[in-house]
């Protein structure tokens, strides 16, 4: 059993960890893509769901070379697609269940330090963590897309923020995967989680974080 009490900085994804929002931006994502076709539409739903943690704009552009098909396209068009999705998910995430217990582990956790580490949008999470009165849960900061997972923890890393021992806590299989290239310990959570992977060598797997308060 790992020792929860021990660790110095917590990293969270923010989909399906912190917010119930995994189904909401597979949805955005069919519904941006539904003016190609339901076919091709339901071929990207497949990639982001086999591709979770992965940025939205990586997804939209191979949405665009390898489902649709086109060696070339104007910006114009990926902004549309980027555009559109933003706006059905946007207020998804202003009114999707957050995390029972999330607040009960910061105050277990305290003096450690939190961050989001996510695959949405960076400037779009500040703006809903502030709206929703959790930005001043995450004291280290929020991170997202456009730079990858594997990117960001790397800056941390290299900024000398994330003191160890550190865990991140996540229900992607990129998640897992990014956690053990950063050389941190990992969490896998599964009640919202859309991952098919197995997560065996997780260091810990539970359901939520309120399952996860129970272990301190």
Same mark, same amino acid.
């Given at each position: ?15 399906? $960890?912190?917010? =119930? ?17 339901? *076919? &091709? ?9 086999? =591709?979770?943690? $992965? +940025? ?12 649709? *098909? ?10 549309? @697609?980027?555009?559109? &999705?933003?706006? !059905? $998910?946007?207020? *998804?995430?202003? /009114? ?20 989001? $580490? +996510? ?7 500040? +703006?809903? !963590?502030?709206?929703? *009165?959790?930005?001043?849960? !995450? ?5 997202? /897309?456009? /730079?990858?997972? %594997? %990117? ?11 003191? +160890? ?25 599964? %009640?919202?989680? #859309? ?7 997780? %260091? ?6 309120? #399952? @996860?308060?129970?272990?301190?």
């Amino acid at each position: 059993m790992i020792d929860l009490m021990g660790y110095r900085t917590w990293l969270f994804d923010c989909d399906g $960890v912190v917010l =119930n929002s995994n189904r909401i931006k597979t949805d955005a994502f069919f519904r941006a893509a539904e003016p190609y076709g339901a *076919g &091709y539409a339901q071929q990207l739903v497949d990639y982001h769901v086999q =591709n979770g943690g $992965v +940025s939205r704009y990586v997804k939209f552009q191979r949405f665009l070379t390898d489902i649709v *098909g086109r060696k070339d396209y104007e910006k114009e068009e990926l902004d549309r @697609l980027l555009a559109d &999705y933003a706006g !059905f $998910v946007e207020q *998804g995430l202003l /009114s999707c269940e957050v995390a029972p217990g999330l607040d009960r582990l910061r105050a277990l956790t305290q003096p450690a330090r939190w961050f989001i $580490v +996510s695959g949405g949008d960076q400037e779009e999470l500040r +703006s809903v !963590f502030r709206q929703r *009165g959790l930005d001043a849960l !995450f004291d280290g900061g929020i991170y997202g /897309s456009p /730079s990858t997972k %594997d %990117d960001i923890l790397a800056a941390l890393e290299r900024e000398g923020v994330v003191d +160890s021992p550190a865990v991140f806590i996540g229900d992607s299989q990129y998640d897992f995967e990014a956690a053990r290239r950063a050389g941190l310990d990992f969490v896998f959570v599964s %009640d919202w989680s #859309e991952s098919a992977f197995d997560f065996k060598d997780a %260091d810990l797997k539970r359901g939520s974080l309120a #399952e @996860l308060v129970s272990q301190f």
